[in-house]
């Protein structure tokens, strides 16, 4: 079985400081591992995924991920925070013969203070 | 090229009334998953489809809720006799093969108010 945890549903940063959104994971097999992010009334987007290929995966608007197989965490990051990064950011999790299926956290919604 | 389509974005319904929720994949994507996003509940897996092998309905929380996917393109997900706790946004993403390594493409959404 595979699941997720976000932990802290709503995050605040001052515009410029440090993003930091955690995640979890527990799955009986080797994860796959991605961030998608929902700005208000639009689907969702994908930030980056984590494939085995690389433990820091980077992805768009500056964001990037480490994978830390012993911590089961893949925690997200940005140097600076934009105004345009407040959205609703969820971590989830897939793997082999799950049929591609993603389980999701709860999400955590990043507001961005000027 | 086209995102994943999804019509209505809006539907407004009276309880016990059915409701279909029709989604466009990206042409030539052969996987395609219903997920849905509520307050209580964030965002659940429904039901999965892959090519001509039978779905996945392991996710679908009753047997008012059923999807059909038409010549391995547009599918449709229909709520029977509609309840109140099924208000949410309905999501419909799509992918290449549907292996837990690729990227899914999500549509807009349709959001389902069932006053």
């Known amino acids: 079985a595979q699941s997720v945890t976000q932990l802290g549903s709503h995050v605040s940063v001052s515009e410029g400081a440090l993003v930091l959104l955690r995640c979890n994971y527990s799955?009986?097999?080797?994860?796959?591992l991605f961030w998608y992010v929902q700005y208000p009334n639009q689907g969702l987007q994908l930030l980056l995924k984590y494939t085995s290929a690389a433990t820091l995966v980077k992805g768009i608007n500056g964001f990037e991920a480490e994978f830390k197989k012993s911590e089961t965490s893949f925690h997200l990051t940005k140097p600076s925070a934009h105004m345009s990064d407040a959205a609703e950011y969820f971590c989830a999790v897939s793997g082999d013969n799950q049929g591609g299926k993603l389980i999701f956290g709860q999400g955590t919604e990043l507001s961005v203070k000027p | 090229g086209a995102g994943v389509s999804q019509s209505p974005s809006n539907k407004v319904t009276e309880k016990g009334k059915d409701v279909e929720l029709r989604c466009d994949p990206i042409?030539?994507?052969?996987?395609l998953y219903w997920y849905r996003q509520s307050l209580g509940q964030g965002l659940e897996f429904l039901i999965y489809?892959?090519?001509?092998?039978?779905?996945?309905k392991s996710g679908l929380p009753s047997d008012r809720f059923s999807a059909e996917r038409t010549g391995g393109s547009v599918s449709t997900l229909t709520i029977q006799r509609t309840q109140q706790e099924d208000s949410a946004v309905y999501l419909c993403?799509?992918?290449?093969?549907?292996?837990?390594?690729?990227?899914?493409?999500f549509g807009p959404g349709t959001r389902l108010l069932v006053l």
């Open positions: 489809f892959q090519g001509n092998s039978a779905p996945d």
């Open positions: 042409s030539g994507h052969t996987a």
């Open positions: 993403a799509s992918s290449l093969e549907g292996q837990g390594i690729e990227t899914q493409y």
């Open positions: 799955s009986s097999v080797p994860p796959y």
